[in-house]
């Protein structure tokens, strides 16, 4: 499972931008087209945030839909997976959303 290892390095990253100070809510962007799956990410995020400036804190997770343009016809297509293909039959797609991992927000505690 390589969401512990993605969620140890998010747990990382917020703590270090945190310093000494409680980490209230983390807001997550994960794209359904990343292999990233967010409840995993929800089980391992409370084990990993344990004796850190994160325990406690609230993991918001926002799933990003996969979009794409069509190199082909130039429409937008809704991808539900890597090999979608576009209306027009065609799968020479430019993606431009879905692979995302982006920690959006962070709230701390009131100094």
């Given at each position: ?25 983390v807001q997550l962007e994960i794209?359904?087209l990343s292999a990233i799956m ?24 926002i799933e990003i839909a996969g ?45």
């Open positions: 499972m390589h969401e512990l290892g993605i969620t140890q390095n998010i747990v990382a990253i917020v703590s270090e931008h945190a310093g000494s100070r409680p980490v209230r809510r794209g359904k967010p409840d995993a990410i929800r089980f391992c995020f409370d084990i990993v945030a344990k004796d850190t400036v994160l325990e406690g804190a609230e993991l918001e997770i979009q794409a343009r069509c190199n082909s016809c130039g429409q937008s297509v809704k991808l539900e997976t890597m090999v979608t293909a576009c209306a027009c039959g065609s799968r020479d797609l430019e993606r431009f959303s879905g692979e995302e991992l982006n920690i959006k927000e962070m709230e701390l505690e009131a100094a």
